[in-house]
């Protein structure tokens, strides 16, 4: 019988046989660029205690993690949708970054002071759970480099693999090591900096409504996440803004974002 074109088939099977040994995740990147073109992939490993853990990146546009290292896992990760995608613990699946971002996120400081210069367009990333406190979050992007996002076809394709990526990396990290610590809350941890460091005292209300600004969200976005009304929000933001002599979310970044750093994630 005559061999059939299996190209992607014989990338998964190549997938399967390095599982829990050396050569997986290049191997797990060749399959998925074969079934989806992404021009980058981090895979990222999520604990409630700690930044996120970088377990493989492969990318031909340097910018894209150019800062990385010392933005990203140096506090930001706390207003990636990603990362609240692991506070809420999500189903396993695949996830459009489009689809879950906050509805203010493209005008946040996070987008364009940080998300902004690493020229993704697009993402796409596969969560999956190998411990109950870790979320493993596999991220296919598109970025300037092809300058295209992935088109409807290509996300339901994600959608229809996702079981299969799930499987694969819970079996691969099944003994990816916890370090423990539970979890932390985010907000108390920010109020707490800003007490510490700049002698301002934040309710707690105040501290949420910072962290979800940061985020993305807007102002009827973080009334519905809240159960509060835009008005009261907005009375929030007003006092906010006034004890921290504050008048732009290009400010409130600022401040805040290097605080970040010691206030580790948690269910917030």
């Known amino acids: 019988m005559r061999a059939q074109p299996n190209a992607a088939e014989g990338r998964l099977a190549e997938t399967i046989r390095r599982l829990q040994g050396q050569g997986f995740e290049s191997a797990l990147h060749d399959w998925l660029r074969r079934c989806l073109a992404p021009d980058n992939i981090i895979i990222l490993a999520y604990r409630d205690a700690a930044a996120p853990q970088v377990l493989f990146t492969q990318t031909g ?3 894209v993690f150019a800062q990385l290292d010392g933005t990203y896992l140096a506090g930001a990760y706390l207003l990636d949708p990603y990362h609240d995608l692991h506070v ?12 879950v971002a906050p509805d203010a996120f493209h005008r946040s400081r996070y987008f364009l002071d940080y998300y902004q210069q690493t020229t993704l367009v697009d993402e796409v990333t596969f969560i999956a759970y190998p411990h109950p406190d870790i979320s ?32 694969l990396a819970e079996g691969h990290w099944a003994t990816l090591a916890d370090p423990g610590g539970g979890a932390a809350d985010v907000t108390a941890a920010l109020a ?21 600004i940061l ?17 009261t ?36």
């Open 88 to 99: 809420t613990r999500v189903a396993a699946g695949a996830y459009r970054l489009r689809d």
């Open 136 to 167: 493993l979050n596999i991220c296919l992007g598109r970025d300037a480099s092809s300058g295209r996002p992935f088109t409807a076809a290509e996300v339901e394709t994600a959608q229809r693999l996702a079981p299969v990526v799930a499987a």
């Open 215 to 231: 985020r993305g969200h807007s102002t009827q976005s973080i009334g519905l996440r809240l159960g509060l009304s835009p008005q």
């Open 61 to 63: 546009q340097p910018q």
């Open 233 to 268: 929000v907005k009375v929030f933001r007003k006092q906010l803004y006034a004890k921290c002599g504050l008048s732009s979310q290009a400010e409130l970044f600022a401040l805040m974002v290097p605080l970040l750093a010691a206030a580790p994630s948690g269910r917030s």
């Open 192 to 212: 707490g900096a800003m007490r510490d460091r700049h002698g301002v005292g934040l309710s707690p209300r105040q501290a949420e409504v910072a962290l979800l």
